[in-house]
């Protein structure tokens, strides 16, 4: 059972930055592969990025690559979501989620077995 917890959302011009960082309990923390997902208002939730278990390896969508930068310390049970260059469009509640099973950086909602209460991302034209 793995309990986490995102923090680092706010309000922000367009072009500016964030960094949400997400808290996970349990001593099991490196064996998860870890990823963000963004819901914006009447819309699916949709897949950011995501990192291995080691963070040797990271995948992102398309819509954010180049922007955002996905990085997990194991040691502090930690897993970051570096925003740059935001845009509105990026405006949305992002989700935390530990994958318990997959290999590898999983990109599907499905693959993710614990998600956290979420975090509002707000980006202002």
């Known amino acids: 059972q793995v309990h986490v917890v995102e923090s680092g959302g706010g309000l922000v011009q367009a072009g500016g930055y964030l960094r949400l960082s997400c808290a996970a309990s349990?001593?099991?923390?490196?064996?998860?592969?870890m990823g963000w997902f963004r819901q914006a208002p009447g819309k699916e939730r949709e897949f950011v990025g995501a990192i291995s278990r080691s963070g040797r390896s990271t995948v992102y969508a398309d819509s954010v690559k180049g922007r955002f930068t996905i990085s997990r310390d194991n040691d502090k049970n930690t897993v970051y979501l570096q925003m740059n260059s935001l845009k509105p469009e990026d405006t949305g509640v992002y989700y935390c989620a530990a994958d318990q099973y997959s290999i590898g950086a999983p990109t599907s909602t499905g693959d993710y077995d614990y998600w956290g209460q979420g975090t509002q991302v707000t980006v202002s034209s």
């Open positions: 349990g001593r099991t923390f490196s064996r998860y592969p």
